[in-house]
């Protein structure tokens, strides 16, 4: 039993209901999650700002777990990866014999190779895969139970952030969509009509707005069963699963449209990672009932600055992050969310990280404000900034960025966008508003945060210069979870509650270790 049976589940999306949701009183178990989803494809760009990994951490696990201390846990039930003794730049996989799609179709190596390709043509497949910019190949022959990863040189190191949870997907479903013969036939070709069929495929097979998500293979312990009239998703169990079956079924995924009072009333709401403007109290989430916490996540509040227009040049970047004023920053997003958040000049090492304080001067000189230096680069520039507006947060942090920029005559713009209407960097924005980790991203580093303290001092100088990211402010979260609930534990990444959902229990009296507020301060 690999490491992922015993401990590894997530996923989910929606808001609304029927399907057995609104509307009946029996209880149902209930997960309600921050954004609405609206894709289980966690490569893509819309997947990235809509949290996708959230709902697909247990349809399509990654090839490590991130675990609740940030450990990354070998998931054998997908693949066993092997990095070689003397080429650090080498790395094999294995996918296990058992690993099948709902469908019953195998997992393969075309299923791996189909998301280097879009890491590498993010033109035709709008995908956000950083990581993948340190890897030079991946051979795969089409059908093969076997490939190799090889890193461009220097590289390897990061090799547990590729092919991480809702990024490899099913290749047979995409080249059927898109109407290919495979990934490799479809590369080796090189007919750009082609490419462009399968970068269309990838991105709407997997948009549940698009296709009924019933419809779309999984391989993990899940399959979604329905989407209900109001959005949300209905999990079932994978019958093709080789791995234990999962703990709690069926889960209903609610987005955060849901009418949470009537779903508290019915009993038809259990776990919920919730919009951070929540007030528990007024939803009929009751603290007798329910385990809630409000602390920042390690993941950051992030501007992406396209590599075009104005921030083509370095200087630019510079003295656009020299505008931003971090402590006003840190006002209006604490105080709008009710959470007790930190700026941070840092992107490899998060801020909970034990030696963080080691880098605490580093970190505030990477965010020091110099009005007179931006507005000699940048005085009548027009900066514009968009940001998923379903987060109200991010539209006062916008605000803030514009009132502190103005001081140096910079005019900022805010693009509001949709997940339907999400835009280019660099075309329809200049700089986008997120919420990133530090894991999969920042592809120019070769440090992560079990790096040596010399690696990563280098790296942070490194990432700092180059200036494609402005960090800002730790995540706000707001987080309940009955207190009969046992296995419930947060992680401080991407996939959040959703990383071990397959081991949630619902018990018939509260258990000795409880869950999120036990663990909502710990982190890597």
């Not at 791996?112 to 956000?128: G, I, V, Y």
């Not at 047979?172 to 109407?179: F, G, I, L, P, S």
């Not at 949300?232 to 995924?253: K, T």
């Not at 990133?436 to 120019?444: A, C, E, Q, T």
Request: net charge negative; with cysteine; charged share 25%.
């Amino acid at each position: 039993m690999g490491i992922a049976t015993l401990a590894v589940g997530a996923l989910l999306a929606g808001c609304g209901s029927d399907g057995g949701g609104l509307g009946r009183a029996e209880p149902q178990f209930g997960y309600q999650l921050p954004t609405t989803p609206v894709t289980t494809n966690a490569g893509s760009a819309v997947g990235v700002a809509t949290d996708a990994a959230k709902l697909s951490a247990r349809l399509y696990p990654g090839a490590f777990l991130a675990g609740p201390e940030g450990q990354m846990l070998p998931n054998r039930d997908l693949v066993e990866v092997t990095p070689s003794k003397k080429h650090q730049e080498v790395v094999d996989y294995k996918i296990n014999p058992a690993a099948k799609y709902s469908d019953g179709h195998k997992v393969v190596c075309d299923d791996f190779q189909l998301t280097k390709l879009a890491s590498e043509r993010a033109d035709l497949f709008a995908s956000d895969l950083p990581i993948y910019h340190q890897v030079a190949e991946l051979y795969c022959a089409p059908g093969a139970d076997r490939f190799r990863v090889v890193f461009k040189p220097g590289f390897g190191q990061r090799y547990r952030e590729l092919f991480s949870a809702g990024t490899v997907l099913p290749a047979h479903a995409v080249t059927k969509r898109a109407e290919v013969e495979s990934v490799t036939a479809t590369v080796e070709s090189g007919v750009e009509e082609d490419l462009l069929r399968l970068g269309k495929a990838w991105q709407e097979l997997f948009d549940i707005t698009k296709t009924d998500p019933a419809t779309v293979p999984t391989f993990g312990p899940y399959r979604i069963a329905e989407k209900g009239e109001r959005g949300q998703l209905v999990l079932r169990e994978n019958s093709e699963w080789a791995g234990d079956r999962p703990a709690q079924l069926p889960i209903y995924v609610w987005g955060p449209g849901a009418d949470l009072p009537k779903l508290a009333e019915d009993n038809q709401i259990s776990v919920l990672d919730a919009p951070v403007k929540t007030d528990f109290a007024a939803a009929g989430i009751a603290s007798e009932k329910f385990s809630i916490s409000r602390q920042p996540s390690d993941r950051l509040d992030t501007l992406s600055l396209a590599d075009t227009g104005i921030f083509a040049d370095e200087g630019s970047r510079h003295a656009f992050s020299s505008c931003i004023d971090r402590k006003a920053l840190v006002k209006t997003t604490s105080e709008f969310s009710r959470n007790r958040v930190t700026a941070t000049g840092l992107r490899v090492l998060q801020p909970s990280a034990p030696t963080h304080p080691r880098l605490k001067a580093l970190s505030g000189a990477h965010m020091t404000r110099d009005i007179p230096a931006a507005k000699a680069a940048l005085e009548g520039a027009t900066v514009r900034i968009g940001y998923l507006q379903e987060h109200e947060r991010y539209a006062k942090q916008v605000e803030t960025i514009k009132n502190s920029c103005a001081e140096a005559g910079i005019t900022v713009e805010a693009v509001p966008l949709t997940a339907t209407n999400y835009g280019t960097l660099g075309e329809d924005y200049d700089a986008l508003l997120s919420t990133l980790s530090g894991f999969g991203r920042n592809g120019l580093s070769k440090a992560d945060q079990a790096s040596l303290l010399p690696e990563i001092l280098r790296a942070e100088k490194e990432l700092q210069q180059a200036m494609w990211t402005i960090p800002l402010t730790t995540e706000p979260r707001a987080i309940a979870t009955l207190k009969n609930l046992d296995n419930v534990v947060d992680n401080p990444g991407n996939v959040g509650l959703s990383w071990n959902m397959d081991r949630w229990v619902e018990l018939d009296h509260i258990p000795e270790t409880t869950s999120a507020t036990d663990t909502s301060t710990k982190k890597s």
